[in-house]
């Protein structure tokens, strides 16, 4: 399930709605992560759990998503897209990361 792009990261409660498959430990560290990388979107496959796989994308672009199958993963892979593309526009992280 892919949602609209929007500037602001959700909240955990956002999250739980979105996604009630979630637990809420999930639903805080997916709130969290959008807060640490702004401008980033995380949320679960479409068939999550049964495939346990998370997703990311820099908002407004038209990159690649990221995956990883454990959502621990995501911040270093993240972080890793984010040096790797530091030289393009798409690397660029206003706001923070």
């Known amino acids: 399930m892919y949602l609209e792009e929007r500037d602001k990261p959700y909240t955990a409660d956002e999250v739980m709605t979105l996604f009630p498959v979630l637990t809420e430990v999930e639903c805080v560290i997916v709130s969290r992560l959008e807060e640490r990388f702004l401008g980033w979107h995380i949320w679960p496959h479409a068939d999550y759990p049964k495939v346990h796989i998370w997703l990311a994308k820099k908002n407004f672009t038209a990159m690649q998503l990221l995956a990883v199958g454990k959502l621990g ?14 030289s393009s526009d798409w690397g660029t992280t206003e706001g923070g990361y």
């Open 73 to 86: 993963d995501m911040p270093g892979e993240i972080a890793n897209w984010i040096n790797f593309n530091s």
